[in-house]
C-alpha cells in the first residue's frame, strides 16, 4: 500500500509538470470552460445577507462578475433555485427568502435578479448558467414562514419530510413534472447558456441511533445507527400496483428510485433542447459513481445511497457537459482526483465535455490541510488528461476572499490569458442576439 500510494503520488506530480509544459504550445486562447459556482442557498456567496435594497445587491453582483472577468473565467453557474423558490419573477414558485428575508417577497423597487445576472454576464463576456436543485423543497436553513404559493402548501401530497429538510418525491409523477415545467420556463423566458443540476436527487442518507435488539447490546457497545428510509411507501405502492401482476416482482424499489431519476434526467434534456436547441444541459453529480470504479476508490455509493446511476446519464448522452464533484486531493488512492477523472472520462463515450468541480471552498476552513496550490495542481492535471476541457469551482466566496492566495495564483498561473468556451459541435449554433430577443 504504501509503495502504490508513492507511485501515484509520483505519477499525479507528473502529470501537473507534464501540463506545465503543455501551456506553452497554446498560442491563440485556449478552448478551457473555466467557471465559478454562485450558490444563494442560505446566502453562502450572493447576496452576502437577505434584505439588503435591490441596489446593493446589484452591486455585490456585479462585483462577483467583475471580479470573474478579471481572473479571465469565462462562465457563472448562478443558483436561482435553491428549494422550490425562486430568486426571478417566476407564476410557479414564491421569491426565494434569501433574498429580502421572506420568501414570496418581490424585490422593492422592483428588479428580476436572473434577467439582470445574465444581461451584466453577457456584457462581460461570460455565460450564465442556471443552477436547479430538482427535488429540495425546503432548506434546512430557512428562518421565515413558508408562504400561501409554495408547492409544500399547494400541494403538500407531493412533498416529505426528511431530517431539516423538506424534500419532493422523486417517485411522484406531479412532481417531477413541477420541476420540470420550472426549469422549462426559464429556459423559455431568459437568455441563459446552460440549465445546471447538482447532486441532490434523492436526499443524502440521514440516520438515527437505535438500540439491538440482541441481548446484552449494551456490553457490546449500546445503541447503533441506522438509515432512516425516504417515506415514499405511498407512492411505490402505487407505483407497483399499477403494473401487471407479473412484473410486480421484476422491480425493486432501489431500481424504481434509479428509474424515476434517470426519466427526469432524460427528459430534462429532451425538452430543454426542444426549447432552445443552444442551450447547454450540465450535471453536477457526486464524484465517485460507485466504490471500486476506479479498483481503489473508496466512498459514499451514490447509486445505492441517492440513486443517481450518473456514469448512465453520460453514456447515455443526456448531458452537454459533465461536472463530477471531485472534491479530493490528488494524491490519497481511495479517492484520488486524476484517478477518478480519468475514469470519468473513459465513461463518456458520447464525447460531451468533463469538467470537474473543484472543492476551491476548502481554502476557507480555519483547521484546513488545503492549499491553493493543491487546487492550481488540480487544474494542471485537468489540462492533461484527455477528454476533460474544463474546471468549476466551488464557490465564489473563496475567490473573493483570495483564500491562501487562490485568486492571485489562478491569474498568475493557468488562468493568466483569456480562454474561450468549448464549442458543443452536436448542438445547434446559438442564434444572435436579435434573433434570441424574437424568440
Known amino acids: 500500500m504504501v509503495v502504490a500510494r508513492y507511485l501515484l503520488l509520483f505519477v499525479s506530480l507528473a502529470c501537473c509538470n507534464r501540463c506545465a509544459h503543455a501551456e506553452e504550445r497554446f498560442a491563440e ?3 478551457e470552460f473555466r467557471a465559478v459556482w454562485i450558490a444563494t442557498v442560505a446566502n453562502i456567496d450572493w447576496p452576502s445577507e437577505p434584505g439588503l435594497t435591490a441596489e446593493r445587491q446589484q452591486a455585490e453582483l456585479i462585483d462577483l ?18 428549494a422550490c423558490d425562486a430568486l426571478y419573477e417566476s407564476s410557479l414558485e414564491p421569491w426565494s427568502e434569501f433574498l429580502f428575508g421572506e420568501m414570496g417577497q418581490p424585490p422593492e423597487p422592483f428588479y428580476d435578479p436572473l434577467h439582470f445576472a445574465v444581461r451584466a454576464a453577457h456584457e462581460r463576456g461570460l455565460e450564465l448558467h442556471a443552477w436547479f436543485n430538482p427535488y429540495r423543497a425546503l432548506h434546512k436553513s430557512a428562518k421565515g414562514p413558508v408562504s400561501a404559493d409554495h408547492i409544500s402548501r399547494t400541494h403538500p401530497e407531493l412533498v416529505r419530510n426528511y431530517g431539516d429538510y423538506l424534500w419532493l418525491d422523486p417517485g411522484a409523477s406531479a412532481a417531477a413534472e413541477h420541476s420540470l415545467a420550472v426549469m422549462l420556463d426559464v429556459v423559455r423566458r431568459y437568455d441563459i447558456d446552460g440549465i445546471h443540476m447538482d447532486d441532490y436527487f434523492y436526499p443524502y442518507p ?16 449500546g445503541p447503533t445507527r441506522a438509515k432512516v428510509p425516504f417515506p415514499d411507501d405511498e407512492t411505490w405502492q402505487q407505483a407497483t400496483s399499477a403494473l401487471p401482476i407479473d412484473e410486480r416482482n421484476k422491480i425493486t424499489r432501489d431500481d424504481w428510485r434509479r428509474q424515476n431519476i434517470d426519466q427526469f434526467v432524460e427528459r430534462l434534456y429532451r425538452e430543454v433542447h426542444r426549447a432552445k436547441p443552444w442551450v447547454k444541459v450540465g450535471i453536477s453529480p457526486f464524484g465517485i459513481w460507485r466504490p471500486g470504479h476506479p479498483p481503489q476508490i473508496k466512498g459514499f455509493d451514490q447509486y445505492n445511497e441517492i440513486y443517481a446511476d450518473a456514469r448512465k446519464w453520460l453514456q447515455a448522452g443526456w448531458v452537454d457537459y459533465f461536472t463530477p464533484q471531485l472534491y479530493w486531493k490528488i494524491g490519497p488512492p481511495e479517492q484520488s482526483f486524476p484517478a477518478l477523472l480519468d475514469w470519468w472520462c473513459d465513461q463518456n463515450g458520447h464525447g460531451r465535455h468533463i469538467w470537474p468541480g473543484l472543492y476551491t471552498s476548502r481554502l476557507l476552513g480555519r ?9 492550481i495542481a ?4 485537468t489540462r492533461a488528461q484527455n477528454g476533460a476541457t474544463g474546471t468549476v469551482h466551488f464557490s465564489m466566496k473563496a475567490i473573493a476572499r483570495n483564500a491562501d492566495g487562490i485568486a492571485d495564483k489562478l491569474l498568475a498561473g493557468p488562468f493568466r490569458e483569456p480562454a474561450r468556451i468549448p464549442d458543443c459541435p452536436w448542438l445547434s449554433p446559438r442564434p444572435s442576439s436579435d434573433d434570441r430577443a424574437e424568440q
Open 29 to 31: 486562447p485556449r478552448a
Open 65 to 82: 462578475l467583475d471580479l470573474a472577468k478579471r481572473l479571465n473565467f469565462n462562465a457563472i453557474v448562478f443558483q436561482v433555485r435553491p
Open 206 to 221: 440521514i440516520t438515527t441511533e437505535v438500540a439491538s435488539a440482541a441481548n446484552g447490546d449494551a456490553l457490546q457497545g
Open 367 to 375: 483547521n484546513s490541510d488545503w492549499s491553493a496550490d493543491e487546487i
Open 378 to 381: 488540480q487544474i494542471w492535471a
